[in-house]
């Protein structure tokens, strides 16, 4: 009904409005010109998120655009549902807003989901609350990642939950300032290394930079001074956020999250090497995920060189 009464009119307005944003930091930046800024290296991509905090009819409608807008628009590559999760609508409404979003999936099924579950603590909400989030949202909305994920000890049988997310490889976006900032949750009391123990797919992440004044370099100093991490501890975190990314294409890994062996097109070359076989460019131009992979590799190598 709602796509009968126009909703997809507000995919183009949603498209419009970031040819604006996109057209506007092309100019401020000064992309294509002889003193372009080294910023407009950086490659962006979007995720459509819907608002959480208000009526069940409004977030049905924002989902379902949000759907309209990522299978119209390819700088979309997925959805998240943001504002505080500890709000009063946001907890009463949360199981119907993960059956509002299986639902919807399940229509449009090639759409990737990150979600913000689980970020609540002892205290901001009752006890009981702090029940399920993660789990609806893997189990019913079908989340391939899992924003924050910070009271997943608290969760309904956690370490089955813990050994479930391992199992279908879903990434968790740890965000360590900010659950600090904003949970008051640090140090030990983080689950971080508990994902980490579990085998849990794990990426740094700075949550909003704006907000935290911080960049995603803080986050690596903070979980290294935090958690005494190496430096194969970082390749594997930045490799894992790759893989876990939702560019188009094959991953350049011949499994899911195991980084010592590359796709049988690109299995005998030199990782990241300049002039890739015929067979690994081959492959290379069929994904945008592996082309970001390969680069990585080659940036590993220049820097080790360099060490």
């Not at 997809?8 to 401020?28: F, N, W």
């Not at 959480?52 to 990522?70: I, W, Y």
């Not at 999936?105 to 702090?130: D, F, N, R």
């Not at 081959?282 to 060189?305: G, I, V, Y």
């Amino acid at each position: 009904e709602l796509l009968a009464h126009g909703l997809r009119d507000d995919v183009a307005l949603a498209k419009t409005g970031l040819d604006q944003a996109e057209a506007l930091r092309l100019k401020r930046e000064h992309c294509g010109q002889p003193d372009a800024a080294s910023a407009c290296q950086v490659q962006v991509r979007y995720l459509c998120q819907v608002l959480r905090g208000f009526s069940k009819e409004q977030v049905f409608a924002q989902t379902l655009l949000c759907f309209e807008t990522v299978s119209a628009d390819p700088r979309f590559v997925g959805i998240n549902l943001v504002m505080p999760e500890d709000g009063y609508t946001a907890m009463s409404d949360y199981a119907l807003h993960m059956r509002i979003v299986g639902f919807l999936h399940a229509l449009y099924a090639k759409i990737h989901l990150s979600l913000h579950a689980g970020e609540l603590a002892p205290g901001l909400v009752p006890y009981e609350g702090l029940c399920c989030h993660i789990r609806l949202a893997v189990e019913q909305a079908q989340a391939e990642r899992i924003g924050h994920g910070v009271d997943i000890i608290y969760e309904n049988h956690p370490h089955a939950l813990l050994k479930e997310m391992a199992a279908k490889h879903l990434l968790v976006e740890i965000s360590l300032t900010s659950n600090d900032m904003i949970l008051g949750v640090s140090g030990k009391d983080h689950p971080f290394s508990l994902y980490r123990m579990f085998g849990v797919p794990v990426a740094l992440s700075t949550d909003d930079e704006g907000v935290s004044r911080i960049d995603l370099t803080h986050e690596y100093v903070r979980a290294v001074l935090t958690y005494d991490l190496h430096y194969a501890d970082l390749k594997r975190m930045v490799r894992t956020g790759l893989e876990h990314s939702f560019l188009p294409g094959a991953s350049l890994w011949s499994a899911p999250d195991v980084f010592n062996r590359a796709v049988s097109p690109c299995s005998q070359d030199s990782l990241g090497t300049e002039k890739p076989s015929t067979n690994c460019a081959d492959f290379l131009k069929s994904s945008e995920r592996a082309q970001q992979q390969w680069e990585l590799e080659r940036r590993f190598s220049a820097f080790e060189s360099e060490s």
